[in-house]
């Protein structure tokens, strides 16, 4: 790798994808955009994450266990947790296969990438730009300008994009800020009606090879000690579901025979094979009347798990159920209503995707911090979890 290279890096938080990927489309498409490599990075929070299983034999994390600050429970339990390394490990393959790969590493994003700075000047290598998807919580915003502070301090460019998983693009509900948005959800989905076609296009996977190399691996620093990166998936799933895998004291035995309501596995290509198996179970026509059951996979679209962690995006299940709706996509030619237009149950996950996107993220910048307060509309001075 050249002395004169200009690396990009861009970190991934609640964004495991690379197909709908606004950053991804952007360098694999425009010419011009100056950098020499591209260095894919993902950061497993400590505040988040339980990460002491991270650790090597004989010393201690120098984080406090990821407890929530008033239950004292763990903030991710055995079974998220299990999910969230095979979606982190299914972007690593993912990428591989475009012939990039996903730097893994264990702490805050700030001190990673300051990390990953140091190391890669060391070798003469310079990190032009840090790029990250915008997103709205307290914790993740917080991340953002410490992250934004050391590269002003450092001279490195930083960029916050637009986050584009939600069901309507934020450039396209017409309200200046978010203090223009209604407090009452009916009124902003009556506002943003008819829900079928306000999503924008889907954007599609970069081709193979399209994206800036990746760096050399020689000049990319280790992870900082007292952690150690897994080389596998099945070591990966072992140090996270480790620490938290007792989450509950006395917890009672499953009863013999007892399935999961959601035995899915994570990652892009497992949240793609689900809305396409969803819709072909020919539930989809009936969501409305049973996306308040509790029991087996097919009652509800079971897709919050991969949307939470930007597996997939809510646009892209709009286009699935579009495929399917105007007999455009010949997988779905044997289910019932294909060719048929909106049903009552595609118009009921159009709905709830707005919901879960709109009102609870977007109406939640209208109250900020103090969504979090335990008076109405928070208490003064209370700015979240530090």
């Not at 150690?228 to 990966?236: D, G, S």
Request: glycine share 8%; with cysteine; proline share 7%.
């Amino acid at each position: 790798m050249s002395p004169n290279s200009n690396i990009i890096v861009f970190v991934f938080r609640m964004d495991l994808r690379v197909s709908d990927q606004a950053v991804f489309h952007h360098l694999s498409t425009v010419a011009g955009h100056g950098f020499t490599h591209l260095l894919p990075v993902y950061c497993f929070p400590p505040n988040q994450v339980e990460v002491s299983g991270f650790v090597s034999d004989g010393t201690e994390s120098p984080y406090p266990e990821a407890r929530s600050s008033v239950s004292r429970y763990f903030r991710c339990g055995p079974y998220r947790a299990k999910f969230l390394a095979e979606s982190v490990w299914a972007l690593k393959e993912t990428l591989e296969d475009l012939q990039s790969s996903l730097l893994i590493r264990v702490g805050m994003a700030k001190d990673v990438i300051e990390h990953l700075h140091g190391g890669l000047k060391a070798h003469n290598h310079h990190i032009g730009a840090v790029w990250v998807a915008s997103h709205e919580g307290v914790e993740e915003k917080r991340d953002e300008r410490y992250l934004a502070a050391f590269c002003e301090a450092q001279g490195i460019k930083f960029r916050s994009w637009t986050d584009e998983k939600y069901f309507i693009d934020d450039r396209d509900l017409g309200f200046e800020s978010p203090e223009e948005l209604p407090d009452i959800f009916t009124t902003y989905r009556k506002s943003a009606e008819p829900l079928h076609e306000k999503p924008r296009a889907v954007l599609p996977t970069p081709a193979r090879a399209s994206l800036p190399p990746f760096p050399d691996h020689a000049s990319i620093p280790d992870q900082k000690p007292p952690f150690q990166i897994p080389r596998t998936l099945v070591e990966l799933v072992d140090v996270l579901v480790k620490p938290v895998k007792d989450f509950l004291p006395n917890r009672p035995p499953f009863p013999d025979g007892a399935q999961s309501a959601h035995p899915f596995l994570g990652g892009e290509a497992a949240a793609q094979e689900r809305v396409h198996r969803f819709i072909k179970s020919e539930s989809v026509a009936h969501y409305k009347d049973t996306r308040n059951g509790l029991a087996g996979t097919e009652c509800t679209t079971k897709l919050s798990a991969y949307l939470a962690q930007g597996c997939v995006t809510s646009r892209q299940i709009h286009h699935a159920l579009r495929g399917y709706e105007d007999g455009t996509d010949e997988r779905f030619k044997e289910v019932d209503g294909f060719w048929a237009g909106e049903n009552e149950g595609t118009q009921a996950i159009r709905f709830e995707l707005l919901w879960r996107g709109g009102a609870y993220a977007r109406v939640g910048d209208k109250a900020g911090d103090g969504r979090y307060g335990c008076g109405r509309g928070g208490d003064e001075g209370d700015t979240g979890r530090e």
